[in-house]
């Protein structure tokens, strides 16, 4: 079997994941453009990975010359067109809707060369719901890396039914070239490994909290003391973001149609009240006052 050779990568979406992701791209000396449909994302984008790569080289994880390399091969556009034109690699990392998604592969589909391979950084939606958009459903799958990307050394790398042993491989491949550990699943699942261990704790740990049994913060606790996890589950939503978890409940709820897979009526509160914690100054904990 012959693996693709990959050249140019984009990443579309420079939110939380995409623009470090991105990062990791250029880091392993890819050309890489990173695309957002807001100029000023991508300013505040640039402006953040600055800051990461200056302590980098402050603690001497890399050299200046490596730094300086990785941005001069960062390409940053708000044209879908001109970021994806003559990649090899298409990263998406939008929002966790579905409906989103499906729309940017369609886009992805008419723009991005027929060599192309299509992957979702989505933490939870199967690659095969995406892939019906396309007409390459043999090269459509899941890069599942974590947050934060720069930091955390995993990326779920998810085949459906269509996707090829060529592409998985590749995808692998290229995970081992930006130095990150790439780890295969021959079949697709909601939520995949990682997240599901975490939604069985986070619902478990809701649960807890909803009916009465203890305090998030005791919780929390608990389970850093008791379970040696390194963050409790409440503050493991408001690193990643309250909404993400919403949102990716709600689209189980959507798919099972069972009550038990609805969000939490906890977790919809401030969704809906805007505390999607650290992004946002607050979530279970209160950042602004020095919470954590």
């Known amino acids: ?3 693709k050779t990959i050249h140019k990568v984009a990443v579309i979406g420079s939110g939380s994941m995409g623009h470090q992701i991105a990062m990791l791209s250029a880091l392993g000396g890819f050309e890489t453009h990173l695309q957002d449909i807001q100029e000023s994302a991508l300013d505040k984008a640039k402006e953040q990975l600055e800051g990461h790569m200056v302590k980098w080289v402050n603690k001497e994880k ?7 390399a990785a941005f001069a091969s960062l390409h940053t556009t708000t044209s879908l067109k001109a970021a994806v034109q003559d990649a090899d690699l298409v990263i998406e990392a939008v929002v966790e809707k579905l409906d989103v998604k499906r729309e940017v592969f369609s886009e992805l589909e008419k723009l991005a060369p027929q060599k192309a391979i299509l992957a979702t950084n989505s933490s939870t939606i ?3 719901k995406l892939a019906e958009v396309t007409t390459r459903s043999d090269k459509v799958l899941n890069m599942h890396f974590f947050f934060p990307p720069l930091v955390m050394d995993c990326v779920e790398v998810v085949k459906s039914d269509q996707t090829s042993d060529e592409t998985a491989q590749t995808a692998m491949n290229f995970c081992e070239q930006i130095g990150w550990t790439g780890v295969l ?3 697709e699942i909601y939520g995949f490994i990682a997240n599901r261990l975490l939604f069985a704790i986070s619902k478990e740990a809701l649960y ?5 049994y203890a305090d998030f913060e005791a919780i929390d606790l608990i389970t850093k003391k008791a379970l040696k996890h390194p963050i409790g589950p409440f503050e493991l939503m408001d690193l990643s973001g ?4 919403y949102y990716a409940n709600l689209q189980l709820y959507q798919e099972t149609g069972d009550p038990k ?7 919809e509160e401030k969704v ?11 979530g279970w904990y209160d950042y602004t006052k020095g919470e954590k």
């Not at 309250?242 to 978890?245: E, F, K, L």
């Not at 809906?272 to 607050?282: E, H, S």
């Open 1 to 3: 079997m012959t693996n």
């Open 62 to 68: 890399i050299t200046e010359e490596k730094k300086n």
């Open 126 to 128: 199967v690659n095969s």
């Open 185 to 187: 699943l021959e079949k």
């Open 208 to 212: 807890l909290y909803e009916e009465g």
């Open 242 to 245: 309250i909404d993400v978890g």
């Open 261 to 267: 897979d609805k969000p939490a009526k906890s977790v």
């Open 272 to 282: 809906k009240a805007g505390n999607l914690g650290r992004k946002t100054g607050k």
